[in-house]
Every structure is written in C-alpha cells, then in structure tokens.
C-alpha cells in the first residue's frame, strides 16, 4: 500500500506568481483535503475534495483553488502569490465519513520572496 | 479565543519519564479528537484518536478526552529519544464540515 505523496518538496516563487503543488492520495482513498501550515503553527485547513467536487473550504480567497482528478490525484493552485503564503502545504487523504483517520503526505515547502 | 488551544511551549525530559500534553478547546460540536506526532520537516503522522469522551491506550500512548471540560491530554509513558517530535491535537465534528482543527503543536525533546 502506497502512502500519500506530494510534488514537488521544496518551491521558490516570487510575490504576484502562480503556483501548482501536486497529491497523490494513498491507495483507496477518494476523499483529499490540502492544509497550510505556517513556520510554528498547526496545519489550517483550506479545503476538501470528494469525487472530483469541492466539499467544505477553510476560510482561504478564492485565489486558492484546487482539483481532483478520476484517480483520485490533487492539485492546489494558488495565484498572486503573497508573502504570507509562505508556508508547508500539506495533503491529507481519507476514506469519506473517515475524517478522523486522515493520512498526510510529508508536504511541499513554498517560499514566497 | 481560537477554536483549540495548545500551549506550544517546548517540553523537555529525561529518557524513560512520562511526557504529559494537552489541548482545550471550545467547540462543543467536536466528537473525534486525535493526535499527531511531526518530526521535523515532516508531514503529520496519525497517533492515535477517541471519540467522544474516555480513554484510549495503544502500547506506551494513551490518549484522554473529557468532553465536560472540554479538554484532552496524551501520555507518553517510558520516552524515547525517538519520540522527540512535534506532537499536535486535532479535532473533528463531523457535522458536514470536513475539517480537523488543529492546536499549534508541542515540541518534545528526550534527552539521552
């Protein structure tokens, strides 16, 4: 059985960029949610997908989107990148009705200069 | 006032004592209460998690939840070097929203 895996591990982008981070969910799970966590903080939840449709957001604008593909692959696609988006994006894979048992990959790091 | 509090203060212990952390937290709604351990740059890692109120023991971990209080704790008990992480609670409702809610997380050292 395959864990959760993300692409890539580290990403350097300047203020006013777009970026797009990469999930693979582990072997099974249908349901994704991405979260940010800031240097010294708990991961915060931007938002959840399940069978391709979006279902439940954190309170993340709208220039973070995200899409899940029929193999149960994610993107998260953040535009106009800020300084504060500095941070380690993390995706999370579970069973749905399954939240308690969410399995994360080891994230991707994104500086933003 | 945040929705999960964790002191983030660093904790510090000899090998072999018991580590004691805790969260609380103030939405009545949650019903699954988990715990993960992140080693340093790491994705979080499933610990354990309790539903509603009680105890849960797996090997040297157990987890507690006392939902009248609003309060949860884990220990550690006999720690390992190797358990010096980041060890951060997290919690669900289960009402429709999806989301865990995080506490800011506690870095533990065992020292040698």
């Known amino acids: 059985e395959t864990g959760v895996t993300q692409s890539p591990t580290h990403l350097i982008k300047t203020r006013g960029q777009q970026v797009t981070l990469r999930c693979s969910s582990q072997?099974?799970?249908?349901?994704v949610s991405w979260y940010q966590q800031a240097l010294g903080q708990g991961p915060q939840f931007i938002f959840q997908?399940?069978?391709?449709?979006?279902?439940g957001r954190g309170n993340f604008p709208p220039r973070f989107s995200g899409l899940q593909f029929p193999n149960y692959s994610s993107e998260l696609n953040v535009n106009a990148l800020e300084l504060d988006d500095s941070a380690l994006y993390l995706c999370?894979?579970?069973?749905?009705?399954?939240?308690?048992?969410?399995?994360f990959g080891p994230g991707t790091r994104l500086l933003v200069l | 006032q945040k929705e999960v509090e964790q002191d983030p203060g660093p904790l510090s212990v000899p090998e072999g004592a018991i580590v004691s952390l805790n969260c609380t937290y103030s939405?009545?709604?949650?019903?699954?209460f988990m715990w993960y351990r992140q080693y340093s740059r790491k994705g979080p890692e499933l610990l354990m998690y309790?539903?509603?109120?009680g105890n849960k023991e797996d090997g040297r971990f157990t987890a507690q939840v006392d939902k009248s209080s609003k309060y949860i704790s884990l220990f550690i008990r006999d720690s390992q070097p190797s358990d010096s992480a980041t060890y951060l609670c997290?919690?669900?409702?289960?009402?429709?929203?999806?989301?865990?809610?995080f506490g800011k997380g506690n870095q533990v050292v065992v020292i040698p």
């Open positions: 999370a894979s579970s069973l749905p009705g399954s939240q308690e048992t969410q399995y």
């Open positions: 072997s099974g799970h249908n349901t």
């Open positions: 997908y399940y069978r391709e449709e979006e279902n």
């Open positions: 939405n009545s709604a949650f019903q699954y």
């Open positions: 309790t539903y509603s109120s």
């Open positions: 997290a919690m669900n409702d289960q009402g429709g929203n999806n989301r865990l809610a």
